[in-house]
């Protein structure tokens, strides 16, 4: 299954022609940006208002989030005679005559030409309806293809940073077991001056003072360990590159682990005791960073 971008555009041409050499030509298009969910805004003529549920319609549909705008013109060649009424377009406007002077009896008889633009005007609109929502499907087919193009260059782009983060794990990991053994030795070595300072004016024994040098420092030890939070981020990132195979509507859950992934890369950052360790976690903050304004794309 495909992912797709919440950014696109697309747009079609369509003519509506009635009998007779009067054309009307109809123009749709379909702006697409990002949003938390379906926003629909729609821009037709005046002729068109009464397609307006159809669309929405159409377009819920096709989409589940971001802000989409259809907008319909339309324009119309000049006329250069008149076309021939049919006889239900006929029989109906006297049925409407008859009506409204029964009701307005100071109501004037409609012209020849009134008549003529009255059925024309029928005649446009009824053939314009249909071409209208064809147009706009064929328009929605194009921005769900321009949606799944930039979909796929984001899942690139994703895939490329979830690499690059993996990377940066491997160079940590063989890091850790190293700067834990440092920072313990270098905080019982303190101690230990500590200790030879203080010398016989302290009332507790000696071995009291070791054991807890040991468990203080094996307490540190475990504050500054990240190999937790590496092993988190690596099933973070497990769990994004399957749901970019997997395809379909995944922005939401991607926001999230992006979430987790930052947490992640700062608890490394506050308890890293090394500085090859620090330039890792800013490293995987600026990539994580990345991610996140693309994911925001995502439907």
């Known amino acids: 299954m495909a992912v797709y971008s919440m950014t696109g555009y697309a747009g079609t041409l369509a003519t509506a022609s009635q009998s007779g ?8 298009e379909l702006r697409s940006v990002n949003g938390r969910f379906l926003d629909l805004v729609l821009k037709l003529p005046e002729e068109l208002r009464g397609l307006e549920p159809a669309l929405r319609e159409q377009l819920s549909a096709a989409f589940r989030r971001g802000k989409i705008e259809l907008r319909m013109g339309t324009q119309r060649d000049a006329d250069t005679a008149w076309p021939e009424p049919s006889t239900d377009q006929l029989n109906r406007l006297s049925r409407l005559d008859s009506t409204v002077r029964s009701w307005l009896g ?5 012209s020849v030409n009134e008549a003529l633009n009255w059925c024309r005007s029928g005649a446009v609109t009824e053939r314009l309806d249909e071409v209208a ?10 921005l769900r293809e321009a949606r799944a193009r930039e979909g ?4 690139t782009t994703l895939t490329d940073r979830t690499a ?12 850790v077991p190293a700067v834990v053994k440092r920072q313990q030795e ?22 009291s003072l070791q054991e807890r040098a040991l468990n203080e420092a094996a307490a ?23 749901l970019l195979k997997a395809g379909g509507e995944l922005g939401k859950r991607l926001d999230f682990l992006i979430q987790e992934l930052h947490r992640e890369a700062n608890t490394m950052g506050s308890k890293s005791a090394a500085l090859e360790l620090t330039g890792i976690s800013v490293e995987m903050k600026v990539l994580i960073e990345q991610m996140r304004e693309q994911v925001q794309n995502i439907e």
């Open 21 to 28: 050499p009067s054309t009307t030509h109809l123009a749709v």
């Open 106 to 110: 100071d109501a004037r008889p409609l």
């Open 133 to 142: 929502l064809e147009a706009a499907a064929k328009a929605i087919t194009g």
């Open 152 to 155: 796929a260059k984001l899942v």
């Open 164 to 175: 690059r983060l993996r990377e940066l794990a491997v160079q940590a990991e063989p890091l």
């Open 186 to 207: 270098r905080f019982l070595e303190r101690w230990n001056e500590a200790l030879a300072a203080a010398g016989a004016a302290s009332s507790i024994p000696i071995e």
């Open 220 to 242: 540190m030890a475990i504050r500054i360990d990240v190999a937790e939070e590496l092993s988190r981020l690596r099933a973070h990132l497990d769990e994004i590159d399957r």
